[in-house]
């Protein structure tokens, strides 16, 4: 994976308006298969902060909130008038708890990647390398002190 962006956020609310600019642009994108987003770092480092900023980009309205019990939420995307994406489903995913990559893959992950309509975004992705495909965005995060954030983005 090839670095393609270093951001320095100070705070939640910059952290969720990162994410929401990069949820709003991945709909701009003409694609031909699911897009999966892979984020990394310590607890606290700001993984669910991003993913609802991520969320409302989408123009998601619902609560957000960690799927760290369910292991998984899925999230109906409203079509945006003169929005062209065929983007539907945002399936977010939170792999803290699980112990491997098989066990994660029974949950159907797999079969959510072949389906063009999905954005799956994965909190903890290092713990599913082995399943995620070959092209994914990976958020990295990491603390700089007390509430600063230094996020990487690789593809």
């Known amino acids: 994976m090839m670095k393609i962006l270093e951001i320095k ?8 308006k990162v994410a929401e600019m990069f949820g709003r642009e991945i709909l701009t994108l003409k694609i031909s298969k699911a897009v999966a987003i892979g984020l990394e770092g310590d607890l606290g480092a700001g993984k669910t902060t991003f993913a609802k900023g991520f969320a409302k980009g989408l123009g998601i309205k619902e609560e957000m909130k960690s799927p760290t019990f369910i292991l998984m ?38 079969d959510f990647l072949k389906d063009a309509e999905n954005i799956l975004l994965v909190e903890w992705s290092d713990k599913i390398k082995k399943i995620l495909p070959k092209n994914y965005f990976l958020f990295r995060f990491k603390h700089l002190g ?9 593809a």
């Not at 956020?9 to 969720?16: D, P, Q």
């Not at 062209?84 to 792999?95: M, Q």
């Not at 007390?146 to 690789?154: E, G």
């Open 9 to 16: 956020t100070k705070g939640e609310k910059e952290t969720k």
């Open 73 to 110: 939420r899925v999230f109906r995307i409203p079509r945006i008038k003169n929005q062209e994406s065929r983007i539907r489903h945002f399936l977010h995913f939170d792999a803290y708890r699980i112990d491997s990559a098989r066990e994660f893959a029974s949950l159907g992950f797999e």
């Open 146 to 154: 007390k509430n600063n954030r230094l996020i990487t983005l690789f």
